[in-house]
């Protein structure tokens, strides 16, 4: 179904991410909204994978070097926008969302 399909997407884009970083540049910034929504959808147990996924992928962002202008552009949105996770009832998603919006508020 849906959540299947949503996380084959995010594995492929977490991949192209570590595999060939300047190809997905130009999209970065559309992205990361884009994975803010995939977190905040649902508190549903079906959606947890798409959402530790989403989670990865922003991780990810912070760690290329050529989109740390873009990153930091986005911090407030991306810090603010993970804060509905933080109650979320999946334990790993809390702690996943708590590291993510640590990097990101660590950024420079």
């Known amino acids: 179904g849906w959540n299947d399909l949503m996380a084959v997407l995010l ?6 991410f570590s595999s060939n970083t300047d190809a997905m540049l130009p999209y970065v910034a559309g992205l990361i909204p884009n994975f803010l ?9 079906d959606d947890v994978p ?5 989670l990865q992928s922003l991780m990810a962002v912070t760690h290329l070097p050529s989109a740390q202008r873009i990153c930091k552009a986005h911090k407030v949105t991306v810090t603010s926008g993970l804060g509905d996770l933080m109650d979320h009832p999946s334990i790993i998603l809390r702690r996943a969302a708590v590291h993510t ?6 950024l420079k």
């Open 101 to 106: 919006r640590n990097v990101w508020s660590m």
């Open 50 to 54: 798409s959402q530790l996924l989403a």
């Open 37 to 45: 929504i995939v977190c905040s959808v649902s508190s549903q147990p």
């Open 11 to 16: 594995a492929s884009m977490l991949k192209l």
